[in-house]
């Protein structure tokens, strides 16, 4: 079996959580494929202070939060074989949750500098919801991209009208469910599947 993570950036149990599980649970059903949701929420992660004691003393995580929750989380991501990050849009940009989970990926510098293809066979894709219609989803989904880029992921977006990854209008502030936005839910069921068929053919 092949493995996608899907890791939530918001702090609340609504429309992050939601687009993240209907996504995850459409890539489910293509062969071969499990997956795992896991929210920040609650997690204790410290952002990255840039002490690079990590790099220095080749340490694969952290030597300064070695008691807060992401080193585990770390390694745990870095097994699997595709990633799928979702974030509520802050300030037209991801979470700070998720910006400090991705902040404490320094150390794969240690694995990228000896082999830059290290990450290659991995795939990672994004979701964005924001409370206004276009309050900046599309360049969440960037940030996110990047994130994969600077560690030489494979990135996928959703294919035809999903193209960077799926964008949903929660309207910020009501329980969210389908029918706040049907075609957002269905973009991320989208988003889902084709990041499934693209693990199953990466990790054969
Ligand atoms: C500090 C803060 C900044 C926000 N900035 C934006 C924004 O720039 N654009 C937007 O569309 N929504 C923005 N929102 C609204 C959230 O993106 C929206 O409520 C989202 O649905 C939250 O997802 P959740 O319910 O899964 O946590 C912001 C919310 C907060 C708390």
């Not at 890539?27 to 992660?45: M, P």
């Not at 030597?63 to 074989?81: F, Q, R, T």
């Not at 839910?185 to 988003?191: F, G, T």
Request: glycine content about 10%; some cysteine; charged content about 25%.
């Amino acid at each position: 079996m092949a493995k996608i993570i899907g890791v939530s950036g918001s702090t609340r149990k609504n429309a992050t959580d939601y687009a993240l599980r209907e996504a995850l649970k459409a890539a489910e059903e293509v062969d071969g494929i499990e997956t795992e949701f896991i929210s920040l929420r609650g997690k204790k992660i410290n952002p990255c202070i840039h002490c690079d004691r990590c790099i220095r003393e080749e340490y694969k995580g952290c030597l300064v939060y070695k008691d807060d929750d992401m080193d585990a989380l770390y390694l745990k991501c870095l097994e699997a074989d595709g990633l799928l990050l979702a974030s509520p849009v802050f300030e037209m940009g991801i979470s700070p949750q998720l910006s400090a989970f991705m902040s404490r990926f320094r150390s794969t510098y240690l694995d990228l500098r000896k082999d830059p293809e290290v990450f290659g066979n991995h795939v990672g894709a994004a979701i964005a919801v924001g409370g206004t219609r276009n309050g900046g989803q599309e360049m969440t989904i960037a940030c996110i991209h990047n994130f994969f880029h600077t560690n030489g992921y494979v990135v996928t977006g959703g294919a035809l009208g999903v193209y960077a990854g799926a964008s949903i209008w929660s309207q910020d502030n009501i329980k969210f469910d389908e029918s706040v936005d049907p075609i957002g839910i269905a973009n991320a069921r989208k988003l889902g599947v084709k990041m499934a068929h693209t693990v199953s053919k990466m990790s054969k």
